[in-house]
């Protein structure tokens, strides 16, 4: 890296985080950022993957979306070198603020965002603006993995065996493990050495987080004295207490772009569509198979054909949109928008999970050693990043550690947690009432009236998230235009079970408080009365029943819209192998086939379905060719 790009990316970094003005800064350095960043465009070191700009006609796959599931697809596929294969995103390239592990919140509501918003529902999210949860999703390459927090949990080991007890073979953790490690590359040299669990050489960068507050460790010493283990939550057990670990590289973000789309640019079978928005699967209806793409680019309709496959990769809402835009869907739904339906599938856009937790669990502290982001970020921060690869902007905005607890719903003999708590050294409060205020909705009267008085104060946040949601929500379209937005409905904490899970979890995180380890920086509840609450006896059940449906927090977990189940389960959308049923040539791998959702942060078990996804295309075309072959050699025979 140039000097001045080093300049030029401290300077720029700074100016994103403060607000800072031209006037602030002297000509100078203005100047050489300037130049640092003219030369940046023009020698992209990035390396950012060339966009084809003469499509073929046809290609043997088309797959479309470009986020965490469709990177690693393309690929997998493209190892084949008879293989060609084209990746239709609809957003374009990362940037070098998307690389910055401290500015994901930036991103949300940015123009790498689909800006999705729930409809008005009032069991949840009623201290947003509207009553409306804001569902962030990346509309970018890389997708999702390019805003996340970077969190590599795999879930639980008994996740995957019930996919398997469902009626889906080759689905249960033993089967998926080898997916996960076939990903990875553990850069943490003590879970290294556990080969059973982890592996090296993946295209996916995992590692420890290269900056730690003092409360990190503290948090992990409350585990304890709750009673938890420091364990590998990634390993043999779940339940306990870990510090995170990041889909990071060398203190950068390694979105799945990064990991596995920009190794493959040069492959002569790989083609790459950005600005691309599909428009609708072409799918023959007279022998219901799927034969071609249609997509808006340059603000023109182009259609692509398909020799093999179409994969729909772009996601739990997007997906579900396609295939009802295509004619696979709810009769009655579709006839009512006038879509003519080639397969009449009920669960398309039905069984959506999500995993939420309750914003707003603040702990002030006495020491100034939190994330205030006032204080530690600054251009000296910002050099020591850009030169050093480390300090404070490498922090995922303040997630140090993780914790997975049980409540008193939760079998506690069995390793089946039913609550992740996120533990962070920065909270909502933490970076003067802005960014993390706008990205989760908040209005401006809530926030005021509760947090305000705590604004820039030295704290810590735990957010208690609920890992089995009962509740199911459901995906509407809106209307038969592909642009239009679906309609999107939650159905949070709907199920009575939700509510008491969720409430558990609360009064969990406030003895996490209240532990020694955490007193000693003089932690306390920030114990402000909720708006729409304030009538009910303050700290009884009935009160945080009520305070969880105020402050709703999505975790952005959407999943389960298109699920993957057998033939005799009339909802299922797609079978084992992800093909779906009725239509030939079509599969979906992606978040939306999850039966039911994963018990953690979804990233790695996304990641980890493309990788199985892929190898059962493989295996289910090179199956094809040898029958092919064998059929010749008879037949000359």
């Known amino acids: 890296m140039s000097v001045a790009t080093i300049i030029g990316t401290a300077i720029k970094t700074a100016t994103v985080l403060l607000g800072v003005g031209i006037g602030k800064i002297t000509i100078i350095p203005v100047l050489i950022a300037a130049l640092a960043y003219f030369n940046y465009d023009l020698m992209d070191p990035e390396n950012h993957p060339r966009v084809t700009k003469q499509l073929r006609k046809d290609y043997d796959f088309v797959v479309i979306g470009g986020g965490s599931a469709g990177s690693v697809l393309v690929n997998r596929l493209t190892e084949n070198s008879d293989w060609n294969v084209l990746l239709l995103e609809a957003g374009g390239h990362e940037t070098e603020i998307t690389d910055v592990p401290i500015l994901s919140l930036y991103l949300h509501k940015s123009k790498l965002d689909w800006k999705y918003r729930t409809q008005p529902q009032d069991t949840a999210c009623q201290a947003m603006n509207d009553g409306r949860c804001c569902w962030t999703r990346g509309k970018v390459l890389g997708g999702c993995s390019v805003l996340n927090t970077m969190l590599y949990i795999r879930g639980n080991r008994r996740d995957f065996d019930g996919w398997e007890s469902f009626g889906n073979p080759g689905w249960g953790y033993e089967d998926v493990l080898p997916y996960f490690k076939k990903s990875q590359d553990q850069r943490n040299p003590y879970l290294a050495r556990n080969t059973k669990y982890h592996s090296t050489g993946g295209y996916l960068t995992v590692q420890d987080s290269p900056y730690l507050t003092p409360l990190g460790v503290a948090f992990l010493q409350a585990g304890e ?182 409540t008193k719903y939760a079998n506690h003999t069995d390793d089946w947690p039913d609550i992740e708590f996120m533990l962070t050294s920065s909270s909502t409060t933490s970076d003067g009432g802005t960014h993390v205020k706008n990205a989760h909705g908040l209005t401006d009267e809530f926030y005021n009236e509760v947090f305000r008085q705590i604004t820039n104060h ?69 114990n402000k009365p909720i708006p729409n609450c304030k009538h009910i006896p303050l700290y009884t059940d009935e009160y945080w029943n009520c305070v969880v449906r105020q402050y709703t927090m999505t975790i952005y977990h959407m999943s389960g819209t298109a699920k993957m189940g057998p033939s005799n389960d009339p909802m299922a959308v797609v079978n084992p192998e992800l093909r779906v049923y009725g239509v030939e040539g079509l599969r979906v791998i992606d978040a939306s086939i999850m039966p039911t959702i994963t018990s953690g942060n979804i990233n790695a078990p996304v990641i980890m379905i493309a990788e199985k996804g892929a190898d059962m295309i493989k295996a289910r075309w090179i199956q094809s060719s040898r029958s092919k072959r064998d059929n010749v050699t008879v037949a000359a025979s």
Not at 461 to 489: D, E, Q, T, V
Not at 492 to 520: C, Q, W
Request: some cysteine; glycine content about 8%.
């Open 225 to 406: 004295e709750m009673g938890y283990d420091i364990c590998d939550i990634n390993g043999e057990q779940q339940t306990g207490f870990a510090f995170f670990q990041f889909t990071m590289r060398r203190g950068t973000r390694c979105s799945t772009a990064k990991a596995f789309v920009r190794p493959i640019q040069l492959r002569k079978n790989f083609h790459l569509s950005l600005w691309s928005h599909v428009t609708r699967v072409l799918i023959n209806p007279q022998n219901k198979r799927a034969y071609g793409v249609e997509f808006i680019r340059e603000g023109r309709k182009e259609v692509v054909f398909v020799k093999k496959e179409v994969i729909l990769s772009a996601g739990a809402i997007n997906s579900p949109q396609l295939l009802m835009l295509s004619g696979v869907g709810s009769r009655p739904h579709l006839e009512e928008l006038g879509i003519s339906v080639i397969k009449d599938s009920p669960g398309v856009g039905q069984n959506l999970q999500d995993h939420i937790a309750v914003g707003g669990l603040i702990f002030p502290i006495d020491y100034k050693v939190s994330f205030v982001m006032n204080r530690m970020v600054n251009i000296n921060t910002a050099l020591r990043y850009a030169i050093t690869e480390d300090g404070p902007l490498t922090s995922s905005v303040g997630l140090e550690a993780v914790g997975f607890i049980s």
């Open 458 to 526: 030295d704290v810590f946040g735990i957010f208690p998230m609920m890992l089995r949601p009962k509740s199911r929500g459901y995906i509407r379209l809106r209307s038969k235009n592909p642009l239009h937005y679906p309609l999107l409905y939650h159905n949070y904490l709907t199920h009575p079970d939700d509510v008491a899970v969720l409430r558990e979890g609360v009064k969990a995180a406030i003895a996490f408080g209240e532990t020694n380890s955490m007193k000693r920086f003089g932690s306390r509840f920030h």
